[in-house]
């Protein structure tokens, strides 16, 4: 039975994360909202129930009679399931572990453009953005990438645990290509510092069914309504 | 063997999660950097490794081989030792995609107080937290609590998924402390709204072992250095 992914239809997004997952391992997958309206609707519904597992928010998947939201616990779950994840306990934690390391930077994406708040507009909070940047170039991605380069030299380098992928190298994959969206100027300077994620995010770039999905029309292209925005004020 | 928690040592922040869980299953633990200087240092260290499973911030767990962090991944382990989670894969992952939510209502907690940036004091950045907090109390709580609330509803109330606390719950109990501590006034008119939430709130604190743990001095106040702070122009 095919997987069905609900998640904002015109956005990568959190969303994204589970989607390049589900094409890695080939799996078979309706994603819900991209196909209708009515899928919206299915969607916002299932998020007000009171009863089984509704979610605060997309993504979430259905899975037979399992319902899981939250994108780490998404993956999580599909990790095992389609080989993205080692077998052993300790090594699920630990890339469960590193993809939560991989969301609280996502957030930290996020509020580069909304320092002050979701319900307002960019504009309207554009200084506190244009501050939070600055932080955020200067100190958070170094921090957080370079985390990650460290990691990957201090394991060979081929992927974060070994030879083989796994959703946790599927999700940095996205994060360069999303901060490449972002910040262009400032990636084009900082990149030469995480040589061992770039040729990992070359590496994702390059798995086969990774390369079918970004050239299908599946792959939504990156806009200012996702996580990564282009706005040329927060990039130096 | 016992187990080694490793948390700043002057605070509760995101360690407390993992606290409550131990204090609630009555384990063995150590709070290392709690007990000296060194272990502080030894922290640190840990962080800065190449191989292992370093963590890229505390809290992290040492359980005989097993090295985790991310308070959300501490707990997924914990939970299935010490029953504070279901058995069936369903609602080990129900229990944690909660606990995943609770996250992300404890990040913007933070945020309200360092809405501009980590590297920045709080004086530095008072007007954007003033309007970030203004934007937390008014739509973001009512949207967190409110879902656990429905939630509460929608079990019958006892606990977030019947009659078994979960670690789950012990989190949303540090959620109701943390906000009386940091937004009393604003508390004090929004409480009543969320009344199976205070209930909840309340059995948890009644649980012997919880309630010794609170009585002892392995419970650390709130204070000004941790995510719920008491700034008087944030409430209202």
Redesign the interface.
Known sequence: MAYELYYWPTIQGRGEYVRLALEDAGADYVDVARRSKAGVSAMMKMMQ???G????APPFLVSG??T???T??IL??LGGRHDLAPKT??GR??V??LQ??IA?FV?EVH?THH??????YYDD?KN?AK??SA??RK??VPK?LG?FE??L???GATYLIGRKATYADLSLFQIVEGLRYAFPKYMKKYERQIPNLIALHDRVADRPNIAAYLASDRRIPFNEDGIFRRYKALDK
């Open positions: 129930a009171k009863t597992t509704p979610s605060f009679k399992i899981v939201g939250q780490a616990a999580l779950y306990e300790a934690l630990w469960h572990q939560l390391t609280d957030q509020d320092p002050i708040g979701v319900s307002l909070q506190a501050k939070r932080e955020f100190e958070r957080f985390y460290r990691l030299e201090g394991g």
